[in-house]
């Protein structure tokens, strides 16, 4: 079954960065597209950018004004989002999700504490 | 950038009760949108793509309709499962954003 395994909770200082996984199994990774998208504590979802997991080509929210980087690993059947210049604002959950026809299977999400 | 504005934002409602939620963009992004389903602590779960099509393994009552900047999402029966916030998302250009979620709880 399609499976999307996220690396576990990170606490970062204001300024770090900070790199989340995101692991698929089940499905033929370079298939599908995969979206990146957060959550701050009770607010909408936001969406952040994604990565044609066959062509490598990326797209980001300009939101994010430069400081996201999404790649990704085919041997590892593995995406990752980097976020840098992290500041309170981003504590948030950010989960990955592949994309057919809307984004049809999550992780499970990756709480990023932003503190000092 | 293409905005999605909710309504309601929250509405309170009984099993049984047929809820209706509406999705507008602010342009015309003709069939390009999908609806998901989250509850607290959950990833949300896929429940409309393309605007009216039903994902794989999602009840039927559910049901999407609409295109162009209108769109809506309608639950026949509500269901004591169905108690969650449900965001719809626009796929028709970038950012790929959410609408700002329509929580409905039980009246």
């Known amino acids: 079954q399609v499976q999307l395994v996220q690396s576990g909770a990170e606490v970062k200082k204001p300024g770090a960065s900070v790199k989340v996984s995101c692991k698929a199994s089940?499905?033929?990774?370079?298939?599908?597209?995969m979206h990146w998208v957060r959550q701050a504590p009770g607010q909408r979802l936001e969406w952040m950018g994604w990565i044609n997991a066959d062509t490598d080509n990326t797209k980001y929210s300009q939101r994010f004004q430069g400081r996201v980087t999404i790649t990704r690993d085919t041997s590892a059947s593995t995406a990752y989002m980097e976020l840098s210049s992290l500041r309170s604002e981003d504590t948030a959950v950010y989960y990955c999700?592949?994309?057919?026809?809307?984004?049809?299977?999550w992780g499970q999400g990756t709480l990023v504490t932003v503190s000092s | 950038a293409i905005q999605l504005t909710q309504s309601p934002s929250s509405l309170s409602a009984s099993v049984g009760d047929r809820v209706t939620i509406t999705c507008r963009a602010s342009q015309g992004i003709s069939s390009a949108l999908a609806w998901y389903q989250q509850k607290p602590g959950k990833a949300p779960k896929l429940l409309i793509y393309?605007?009216?099509n039903l994902e794989s393994g999602v009840p039927s009552r559910f049901s999407g309709g609409g295109s162009g900047t209108d769109f809506t999402l309608t639950i026949s029966s509500l269901q004591p499962e169905d108690f969650a916030t449900y965001y719809c998302q626009q796929f028709n250009s970038y950012p790929q954003d959410f609408g700002p979620g329509t929580k409905v709880d039980i009246k």
């Open positions: 999700a592949r994309v057919f026809g809307g984004l049809d299977f």
């Open positions: 089940g499905y033929s990774f370079i298939s599908y597209a």
């Open positions: 393309d605007a009216s």
